[in-house]
Nanobody, 115 residues
Framework: QVQLVESGGGLVQAGGSLNLSCVAS????????MGWYRQAPGKQREFVAA???????NYLDSVKGRFTISADNAKKTVTLQMDKLKPEDTAVYYC?????????WGEGTLVTVSS
């Protein structure tokens, strides 16, 4: 079992920055990939960014150049640095982990970007 706990959400003005962190805990030794999804009000959850245990990254097109994902495999931590935030980035951000064919989710952290 893996538990994911996010932190770092909040309210920020457009153009500002926020840093989200997620820590994985549990008995599992290796997490194959970790990342972030988000869900805006009235919309479906969408992929934002991910990083594999080997360091490969992938991003949603609309956040490329503004968001940066990084991970510390030893600490089972993934971080999402969000810069140049836009009102359309407002959403609940969920940490996601994938290990041995199983998907794990955090409870989410709210990010609100005011115009």
């Amino acid at each position: 079992q893996v538990q994911l706990v996010e932190s770092g959400g909040g309210l920020v003005q457009a153009g500002g920055s926020l840093n989200l962190s997620c820590v994985a805990s549990g008995s599992i030794l290796t997490i194959n990939a970790m990342g972030w999804y988000r869900q805006a009000p009235g919309k479906q959850r969408e992929f934002v960014a991910a990083i594999t245990s080997g360091g490969s990254t992938n991003y949603l097109d609309s956040v490329k150049g503004r968001f940066t994902i990084s991970a510390d495999n030893a600490k089972k931590t993934v971080t999402l640095q969000m810069d140049k935030l836009k009102p359309e980035d407002t959403a609940v951000y969920y940490c996601h982990g994938f290990a041995y064919g199983i998907h794990y989710w955090g409870e989410g952290t709210l990010v609100t970007v005011s115009s």
